[in-house]
């Protein structure tokens, strides 16, 4: 999922992300955020019931995903589309790099998708010889620059008008004043003739309805419909869960992606496409395919991951999440970013990217609050943090490895036990299980002084008596500390977490103590 450059470089998230507090125009480019922080505050507080109908829509999809793919696709078929599933990012890559060859494509024109930029598309096209312009105009910055987007909804918000003002120039081979306007008419003007003169357009998908087979591109510039219609070969790469079983969801649906995205009611373009060009209409494409990607995901089902893939794409837990305002999506190096790039890059790459993501994040459950499906960001994290524990691969069940047997009986068809519905959770839940198919190796990993203190920290509170009296031994420390406002400024051994961050100083009395006192009568509550 790697392979563009990054603004904050460094071989660990922690390193990355030292480099990145330390840059002030990176700091001062994500200040941008604040005006989107209370995107997904602005959905609850207008419409509290669209994110339980959101949460209901996708747990009903995931509860039936191989279902729900297989109509999709019978639909597809009959409107004249044609339907490749890529088990793998490379099997996607092949496929579209193969037609593009066989069609003569000379150059591609892409919309803005994660999708793509998961399986590095881009690059592959580039590499045989395919010109491959992104046409979406922060991933046009990007591109330029050789970056990645560090963010799903606005792909050059590390870098400010200045640093786009250099990148655009050196592209003009002149120097374009440092004004939004001129920059954005440059680039206007620039793309038009990429558009003109592509055989082929990609996009990704928002939402694909399998009772109409119609796919769903939101964007906030004109870039998607041209992807979509001006080109005589149209390539949608659409990741297997961002299929709906109804045309009739996208009502709530896309108000909810877009205001917990931008705040905004609606999207300024919204693009369905239903087959290719018929008898009679003057645009579209003549080819109209689909890849359906899964890379990983379909083995999340029946797992407690299974809700991750829930996620609507919509940024809102970046946006509120403390970590990804201070460092950016670069110091993820990741396609993903934020808390749902956290879960979700180690479990597509199974293990082999991402392996510290989970561990950066304070757990505020910021994430939780924001999701607008529902979905246990910060729960995820804790449970990842477990699964990654110890070093080497993250083994995902698979054709070659059995996966352990189901907790639930599996369906006639062979889908996934989640279907039955003692399986499924209310939004909101926990888990009641640890069921899972994601297995970690059981060796232990080698001894560190961090791994020594947990695990004496463990075994201290395993025991009420030990507990009870480290918890003494806490407030007597406090006391000799002489915290202002009930909290320690500074901490013996513990310099590392209090250098950004102050200590809560234990309460004067224990809730036994408390509770002793008020039936003696000493204290009232």
Known sequence: MSGKGLVTPGPTMKARSKVAVGDPQLQAALSNLDLRLFTAGVVQAEHPEWKDRVAEIRRETLADLDGWIDKLESKLLS???VVHRAATPEEARRYIIGLAQREGVARVIKSKSMATEEIDLGRALEAVGIESVETDLGEYIVQLADERPSHMITPAIHKTLG???DVLSKEAGTDLPVVREPLTAWARDKLREKFVGADMGITGANFVAADTGTIVVVTNEGNGR??????????AVVPVEKVIPRFDDLGVLLPTLVMSAT??????????????????????????HVVLLDHNRRVLLGTPYEDMLGCIRCGACLNVCPVYRSVGGHAYDSSYSGPMGKILTPLVTGGEEGRDLPFASTLCGACTEACPAEIPLADLLVRLRADLRTPGPVVVAGA???????????????????????????PGEGYATPVTRIHVPTRRAPWSRRRAGFEAWARLWSYPSTYRA????????????RPKAGWVRRAPMLHAWTDSRDVLVPAGATFRERWAARERGDERW
């Open 79 to 81: 409107l004249g589309v």
């Open 163 to 165: 640093q786009i003002a």
């Open 226 to 235: 041209f992807c979509t219609s001006l080109p005589r070969i149209h390539v």
């Open 263 to 288: 705040g905004a009611k609606m999207s300024n373009y919204l693009s369905m496409v239903t087959g290719p060009r018929r008898e009679g209409e003057i645009d579209g494409p003549e080819q109209l």
């Open 400 to 426: 070659d490895q059995p996966a352990p047997p189901p907790a639930l009986p599996v369906d006639h068809a062979g889908r996934s036990p989640a279907a039955h519905p003692a399986a499924r959770r209310k």
């Open 470 to 481: 480290s918890l003494a031994v806490g407030r007597l420390g406090a006391k000799v500390l």
